[in-house]
Nanobody, 115 residues
Framework: VQFVESGGGLVQPGGSLRLSCAASGFIFSRYAMRWDRQAPGKEREWVAYISSGGAVTNYVDSVKGRFTISRDNNKNTVYLQMNNLKPEDTAVYLC?????????WGQGTQVTVSS
């Protein structure tokens, strides 16, 4: 299982970014995916969830109405569109899946929201 996240960067408050996570090593279309984030000195938290087919999504309260998770099963890629970014969104964002008994995360992409 391998994930390659991209799309992070430095953005001003109120700005937008679109993260991508390219997956390989498993049958992507059969598994739910999740974006997590980890800020310095804080516990890792889940941010957004999407079911295997994409019909079901869910978000942590702090990003509802601002973030949108989506996936393209033909490209084995999951996305996170982030709008109206706030300084408290600053973190490393990682994609995640659960296969069998194991959890898998990518290396992550850094998102920094600052003026």
């Amino acid at each position: 299982v391998q994930f390659v996240e991209s799309g992070g960067g430095l953005v001003q408050p109120g700005g937008s970014l679109r993260l991508s996570c390219a997956a390989s090593g498993f049958i992507f279309s059969r598994y739910a995916m999740r974006w997590d984030r980890q800020a310095p000195g804080k516990e890792r938290e889940w941010v957004a969830y999407i079911s295997s087919g994409g019909a079901v999504t869910n978000y942590v309260d702090s990003v509802k109405g601002r973030f949108t998770i989506s996936r393209d099963n033909n490209k084995n890629t999951v996305y996170l569109q982030m709008n109206n970014l706030k300084p408290e969104d600053t973190a490393v964002y990682l994609c995640h899946t659960h296969l069998g008994w194991s959890d898998y995360w990518g290396q992550g992409t850094q998102v920094t929201v600052s003026s």
